[in-house]
């Protein structure tokens, strides 16, 4: 006998689901864990995405609730630095491995927060483990600190090279020339 995704749903595992239907079935439960907790999001649909901002205050809430309704990994941390409009926006991914019907679907849960020397929002990771090398990495490249983080220190970088913070639109890249210490003769350049 074939193995089921729930019974009664007559799929088989190996057939998949329709992208839309659990993306919209993923945004549904999201978007009513959130009302029901009293968060105010808002909410951004993009090409089989969709994104909720919250306030960096609502962050740990929101974390939560969609941790209750299944969301139960981070898959990406996505930052953006808005150099003209002063402003970072960090973006977690969540998906679940575990219910059936939000496998596939991802949802970002996003805050945006001020452009300054050492901007700051509250870790996910106590929620989702996840979310701690991610966490880092944001940390080591943008300079965006997680309050409560068990292990904030760079992950990739040297820490010379993170203190640069060498992601955000304003860092310098020094240009380098293969022909540099070459001979002119030498070089067609």
């Known amino acids: 006998m074939a193995s089921r995704d729930a019974p009664g749903e007559g ?18 439960r999201a978007e009513e864990a959130l009302k029901e907790r009293g968060i105010q999001f808002k909410r951004e649909d993009g090409k089989g995405f969709v994104d909720f901002i919250v306030s960096v205050d609502d962050l740990v809430r929101a974390a939560e609730a969609l941790k ?3 969301f139960d990994h981070v898959v990406s941390i996505t930052t953006i630095d808005y150099l003209k409009e002063k402003k970072f926006r960090v973006v977690y991914h969540v998906s679940s491995y575990l219910d059936a019907a939000l496998k596939g679907a991802i949802v970002g849960l996003g805050v945006e927060l ?10 996910l990771s106590q929620i989702w483990i996840s979310a701690e090398f991610q966490e880092r990495e944001v940390y080591e490249f ?3 600190e997680f309050e409560g983080h068990p292990d904030l220190r760079p992950f990739l970088l040297t820490p010379p090279v993170a203190e640069k913070r060498p992601l955000r639109k304003d860092f310098v890249v020094r240009e380098e020339s293969i022909y540099e210490g070459v001979p002119k003769e030498w070089s067609k350049a």
């Open 68 to 70: 209750t309704v299944g």
């Open 142 to 144: 943008f300079g965006i």
């Open 114 to 123: 001020p452009r300054v020397e050492k901007p700051s929002i509250p870790s």
């Open 11 to 28: 799929r088989l595992l190996s057939q998949p689901m329709d992208p839309e239907a659990v993306l919209a079935e993923a945004v549904k």
